[in-house]
């Protein structure tokens, strides 16, 4: 049974905060619907689903997302920088400053932000 197998997938959505999550076994496929909060959440889940061998041909997928005026909530690990996680959620480190000025509220300075901070990203 699928949603055995995707049970995974099932968990950490319920983790995420999707809301109205459904996941359905029907005709060799799993239908997997919700809404996430951002979405990095739902870039997050299909992440987890593509860890799933055969993802490609069990899963039909319909994540909608609440919440487009921000990419997401990300907590600071140790070795951020702000130049660093442009480059990694935006493209191009030159962009730190979109960062920056979207959390300016907890921020006072582009160059230092402290591990364990939740700040938001902005769109790509």
């Excluded at 997938?9 to 619907?33: C, F, H, P, W, Y």
């Excluded at 919700?34 to 860890?51: E, N, R, V």
Aim: no cysteine; proline share 6%.
């Amino acid at each position: 049974m699928l949603t055995d197998k995707y049970r995974p997938v099932i968990e950490a959505a319920g983790r995420m905060g999707i809301k109205n999550l459904q996941a359905t076994d029907a005709g060799g496929k799993i239908n997997i619907s919700g809404t996430a909060p951002f979405q990095l959440d739902k870039d997050q889940l299909w992440d987890k689903i593509k860890m799933i061998g055969g993802w490609d041909k069990e899963v039909s997928a319909d994540i909608k997302v609440e919440r487009t005026d921000i990419y997401g909530y990300y907590t600071v690990q140790p070795g951020d920088t702000l130049s660093k996680l442009a480059k990694g959620h935006l493209g191009d480190p030159k962009r730190y400053m979109e960062i920056f000025n979207l959390n300016k509220n907890i921020l006072s300075n582009p160059d230092l932000i402290k591990v364990g901070q939740k700040i938001q990203l902005p769109p790509k």
